[in-house]
């Protein structure tokens, strides 16, 4: 079946703008994750979805970042006024409920001018 | 929260050695910890997990042994061949709520040479 799809591939804005970032999980999969992933690193968790509630946005940096899922399945991840700091690979992840395991998307690489 | 490390962050063997790599967690409570290999500009792909009721796990050439009292686990991957070259993640989560969460490491740089 399909795996994980993020749009667009690749943004690039500039200072100050608003950007929306999407993510269509595995279909079923009740769970998804947005991470960020700067060059060289890990990938650092931003928020958890169960369903359509945010289960735990603990990681989001600041009050400019904002993510949805209203029906439960499709995610936005919503970016204000960005910074140049908000330059990474923007990640999303799925699974099913109850199973621990984690399956990535291609995740959309965000370029702040 | 969970803190975990990873070394070495770069390794470079010969094709056909064994490689290994190893990594460290803070949290007691993390109870999972899959193994991730990314190549450039492409999207983590999961190789390998280990529960915390599982000391070693093994697929083919990968195995990953797990020391739950020292907060430590390690991947193995024997007969290296290129196509193993690519960027190595470890990483820790708990088992439910807020823990779900994947705390990763910084990265293992592997670079099998012919």
């Known amino acids: 079946g399909a795996g994980v799809s993020q749009t667009p591939s690749n943004k690039v804005t500039e200072k100050g703008k608003y950007v929306e970032l999407r993510c269509d999980p595995i279909s079923g999969h009740t769970a998804l994750y947005w991470y960020r992933q700067s060059l060289g690193q890990g990938p650092e968790f931003l928020i958890y979805f169960q369903g359509t509630g945010a289960a735990d946005d603990s990681g989001l940096p600041n009050d400019r970042f904002f993510a949805v899922r209203p029906e439960g399945s499709v995610s936005t991840l919503k970016i204000q006024r960005t910074e140049r700091g908000d330059s990474a690979v923007y990640l999303c992840a799925s699974s099913l409920m109850g199973s621990d395991t984690q399956y990535f998307g291609p995740g959309t690489r965000l370029t702040v001018l | 929260g969970e803190n975990v490390e990873q070394h070495p962050s770069t390794l470079s063997v010969q094709e056909g050695d064994s490689a290994v790599i190893k990594c460290t967690y803070s949290d007691s409570a993390s109870n999972y910890f899959p193994w991730y290999k990314q190549e450039l500009g492409k999207r983590p792909q999961l190789i390998i997990d280990?529960?915390?009721?599982?000391g070693e796990k093994k697929d083919q050439r990968i195995a990953v042994t797990l020391n739950k009292t020292a907060k430590h686990f390690s991947l193995h991957i024997t007969e290296t061949q290129p196509e193993d070259s690519a960027v190595y993640f470890c990483?820790?989560?708990?088992?439910?709520?807020?823990?779900?969460?994947?705390?990763f490491g910084s990265g293992t740089q592997l670079t099998v040479l012919p």
């Open positions: 990483a820790a989560s708990g088992a439910s709520g807020s823990a779900r969460q994947l705390t």
């Open positions: 280990i529960r915390s009721n599982v």
